[in-house]
């Protein structure tokens, strides 16, 4: 069964705070996983893309995965305003390009300034 | 940088009516994809393309619809006989391999 969780907030932090973001997943053939940014009534955003376990740091994000706990989460350090939107993690079980991605719900994100 | 472009970004149309969504993936890229988001729930797969042919498809995907490349640069998804249900966000995307890169999406609103 492909099912992806993730809360869907909203969660609102203060301008500055560090935000963890976070998906739980059932599926074990899941090896890829991807972080999107979605604002309202546009279209995903590629974010982060990590394969396997480990971590991978990207300017103020950074992506984690736990396959042993089927968990997955993004940190944004320095949070600022305008990463104000939702977030979707979404993941895929094989290499190559036919699969399609399976996406959580989103958690919409609030930086006040 | 190269982005995926969809067209229109709003349709209106009858229950009943065909509608044809347009997308111009990223012009090196090799899979193309479609996607829904209802209104509140999650983004789904529809299905994915490659060298001409369906490579993968959901179980949202039946004889309703269908998809096409009808040329070097368009990718396109038709609905037949559209239902009140498939009033939605579509998106398209496209990839080498493994990073999907989304269009802005269609929004739908079948009457």
């Known amino acids: 069964q492909k099912e992806v969780e993730q809360d869907p907030g909203p969660l609102s932090v203060p301008e500055g705070a560090i935000v963890s973001l976070n998906c739980t997943y059932s599926?074990?053939?899941?090896?890829?996983f991807m972080w999107y940014r979605q604002y309202s009534r546009k279209g995903p955003e590629l974010l982060m893309y990590t394969y396997s376990s480990g971590n991978k740091e990207d300017g103020r994000f950074t992506a984690q995965v736990d396959k042993s706990s089927k968990y997955i989460s993004l940190f944004i350090r320095d949070s600022q305003p305008s990463d104000s939107a939702t977030y979707l993690c979404?993941?895929?079980?094989?290499?190559?390009?036919?699969?399609?991605?399976?996406f959580g719900k989103g958690t919409h994100l609030i930086i006040q300034p | 940088e190269p982005e995926v472009t969809q067209t229109p970004s709003h349709q209106v149309t009858q229950m009943g009516q065909e509608v044809i969504l347009r997308c111009v993936p990223i012009s090196n890229h090799l899979y193309f994809y479609w996607y829904r988001q209802i209104l509140g729930q999650k983004v789904e797969f529809l299905v994915s393309?490659?060298?001409?042919?369906?490579?993968?498809k959901s179980e949202i995907f039946d004889d309703q619809f269908s998809v096409e490349r009808p040329d070097g640069s368009n990718f396109t998804l038709k609905i037949r006989s559209t239902k009140l249900e498939d009033s939605a966000m579509y998106f398209c995307?496209?990839?080498?391999?493994?990073?999907?890169?989304f269009g802005p999406g269609t929004r739908l609103l079948v009457l």
């Open positions: 979404a993941m895929k079980e094989a290499g190559g390009g036919a699969d399609g991605l399976t």
């Open positions: 599926n074990s053939a899941f090896q890829y």
């Open positions: 393309f490659y060298n001409n042919e369906i490579s993968e």
């Open positions: 995307a496209s990839s080498t391999r493994e990073t999907q890169y």
